[in-house]
Structure formats: structure tokens, C-alpha cells
């Protein structure tokens, strides 16, 4: 019963962290901010450190860190003069070198703290998958709620505040699923691989349709893909399933791009006018 339970939890956070991650990927990735994929999964895992050191839940202290930084990045993108670019690459460099810092006071062994940077599926219990299960809820909701405000927002953000879009609102509330999407996954994925989730099926997905409807159902189809391929393959080799999952959204996305019709289009060669 027990080894049954062990597979069953393993098979369903892989499906779960592959759709929540693609999901709220589409977003990151239209929206030309896939680097906050590293910048908050170096923030979860700095959280996850100091909540080791305190001796309190990891998962919560990764989802407050999450908070901040996600309350830090959008007055930080909000301001003219500094690119969002520019704001992703500040607060990664603070929370990689906080996590850095935090590393060595962990007392003893550092393996509780290197398996929130490594992560490790076979280890996820029925409270993280009800973590993993609400925050993809939660996201699936704001997709399906806000999908037209998002849709003019990832367009022209300027146009969406002039149409009276609640854009900050809708763009905040991205930050912070972002970081909660991310935070939820660390423990399975790991916060060093779970970037490869958020970006690759979404990448994949803008390979082959321009149509944001269709961008998210693929997105979410190749990362749970992703996850049960990479868990297959984990299972089969005998090793750790977040470097197979990670590498299994690579696959997707080259493929993707090899069959891109988008390629096809760009592909063609230009006719001289005489």
C-alpha cells in the first residue's frame, strides 16, 4: 500500500507541477519576462534555507520570499527608467547570493537544504501535492477569469491601462503566481530545474500557434508531458527525475521548433523585384 501510495503521489505532482509551471508560463514567456523563472526559484530556495536554519516549514518561508520578491519586482518594472530585464537581474543576483550565504549555516548535513536546489519527486507528500493542487487552481482560475484583460495586457500593457484594464493589478498578480507556481514545484523539480518548466512549454507552444487559446492548452499539454516523460524516465534509469523532466521539455521544445510552421514561414525565400 505504502509503495502504491509512492507512485501514486510521484505520478501526480508530475502532472500537476508540469501543468501549473506551463501555464503560468505562457504568461512569463509573451510577456518577455522568462527570467523571472531563475529569479524566483534563487528566491524560494534562499527561503527554503532560512526556514532550515529557523527550524520553520521551508515551503512557507519559500512562499513568503516568493511574496517579496514579487511585491519588489512590479514597483521595480513599473518605474521607466529600469527595464524589467534590468529588475530580474538584480533581484537574482540578491537571492543567489543570499542563498549562498544561507548554505553554510545550515547545521550539519547540507543535504535537507541541496534537495530544494536538486529536488526530488519520489519524496512528495499529500500535503505538497494539496500545495501543488491549490496554487494550479488558483492560476487556472485567473487564466479563465482574466484571459481577455491578459490577452490585451500581454499585447500593449500602455493600451491595456488606456482601455481601463486593471493592468498593474493583473500584472502583480502574474508576479505572485508566478511565485507561488515556482515555490510549489521547488521540492519536486527543484529550484535549479523548475525554470526549464516554466519556459520550455510555453516556448514550444509559441512555436506553433499564434492564438494565446491555443498557446495555453498546448503549453499545458507539453509540460505535463514533460513531467511524466522525465518520471518515466527517472523510474527506468534509476536517477533523480528533475534533470529527466527538465530535458524531456527540451525535447518538446526542439522538436517543436523543427516543425514549426512559423519556421516554415520564415523559411521562405524572399523574390527579387526587377
Known amino acids: 500500500m505504502e509503495f502504491y501510495n509512492f507512485m501514486v503521489y510521484a505520478w501526480l505532482a508530475a502532472i500537476l507541477t508540469g501543468f501549473v509551471c506551463s501555464v503560468i508560463g505562457v504568461i512569463v514567456v509573451t510577456m ?31 512562499f513568503i520570499f516568493c511574496f517579496i ?7 521595480l518594472s513599473d518605474r521607466g527608467e529600469i527595464k524589467a530585464d ?9 537571492s543567489l547570493g543570499l542563498s549562498f550565504l544561507l548554505l553554510p549555516m545550515i547545521p550539519g548535513s547540507k543535504s ?19 500545495i501543488i493542487g491549490i496554487v494550479s487552481i488558483l492560476v487556472f482560475v485567473f487564466v479563465l477569469v482574466f484571459f481577455k484583460e491578459i490577452q490585451v495586457l500581454i499585447f500593449n500593457r500602455i493600451l491595456a491601462l488606456a482601455s481601463g484594464i486593471p493592468a498593474k493589478l493583473i500584472y ?47 503549453s499545458s499539454l507539453f509540460g505535463v508531458l514533460s513531467g511524466c516523460a522525465g518520471l518515466l524516465t527517472a523510474f527506468w534509469l534509476n536517477i533523480p527525475a528533475g534533470a ?21 514561414t520564415y523559411a521562405k525565400p524572399q523574390t527579387q523585384v526587377f
Open 32 to 62: 518577455g519576462i522568462s527570467f523571472i523563472g531563475v529569479s524566483m526559484s534563487h528566491a524560494a530556495f534562499a527561503g527554503a534555507l532560512l526556514g532550515i536554519i529557523l527550524h520553520v516549514n521551508p515551503v512557507v518561508c519559500s
Open 69 to 75: 520578491i514579487a511585491g519588489i519586482l512590479g514597483p
Open 86 to 94: 534590468t529588475s530580474l537581474g538584480i533581484v537574482f543576483s540578491s
Open 112 to 130: 535537507e537544504g541541496l534537495k530544494f536546489l536538486w529536488g526530488n519527486i519520489l519524496t512528495v507528500s499529500r500535503n505538497d501535492l494539496l
Open 172 to 218: 502583480y498578480l502574474a508576479l505572485f503566481l508566478s511565485g507561488a507556481a515556482i515555490t510549489a514545484s521547488i521540492k519536486a523539480v527543484g529550484g535549479l530545474l523548475v525554470f526549464a518548466l516554466i519556459v520550455n512549454p510555453a516556448a514550444a507552444a509559441y512555436q506553433l500557434t499564434y492564438d494565446l487559446k491555443r498557446m495555453f492548452l498546448l
Open 244 to 264: 529527466p523532466i527538465a530535458l524531456s521539455s527540451v525535447i518538446i521544445f526542439i522538436l517543436s521548433t523543427i516543425f514549426s510552421p512559423k519556421r516554415k
